[in-house]
Nanobody, 120 residues
Framework: QVQLVESGGGLVQTGGSLRLSCVASGRTFSGDTMGWFRQAPGKEREFVAHIRYNGATSYADSAKGRFTISRDNAKNSAFLQMNSLKPEDTAVYYC??????????????WGQGTQVTVSS
């Protein structure tokens, strides 16, 4: 079975940083896009960032200048470095992989999510 497992979430103060990790197994994702999405209470799941097979990246406006997505194909992993965190960033963060870009239905595989809470 293909699995994506996120880690690195937690509680952080406003202005702090977290680094989320996503480790995949059961399939090699070097040829796929990998993305990060998030879902806050009472809101729909939204795009945060993605990185394509060739390393090209894209970010939601809310993430630009603060978040950095990266990948390590040798380790079949993706990462999201989050700096200058704000309470509005509080959400469950999901790792995804597939042929998609900024739409969640373009991704075939999803992790279980990791909670990020930013205190004010």
């Amino acid at each position: 079975q293909v699995q994506l497992v996120e880690s690195g979430g937690g509680l952080v103060q406003t202005g702090g940083s977290l680094r989320l990790s996503c480790v995949a197994s059961g399939r090699t994702f070097s040829g796929d896009t990998m993305g990060w999405f998030r879902q806050a209470p009472g809101k729909e799941r939204e795009f945060v960032a993605h990185i394509r097979y060739n390393g090209a990246t894209s970010y939601a406006d809310s993430a630009k200048g603060r978040f950095t997505i990266s990948r390590d194909n040798a380790k079949n992993s993706a990462f999201l470095q989050m700096n200058s965190l704000k309470p509005e960033d509080t959400a469950v963060y999901y790792c995804a992989a597939g042929v998609g870009a900024w739409r969640c239905d373009g991704y075939n595989y999803w992790g279980q999510g990791t909670q990020v809470t930013v205190s004010s």
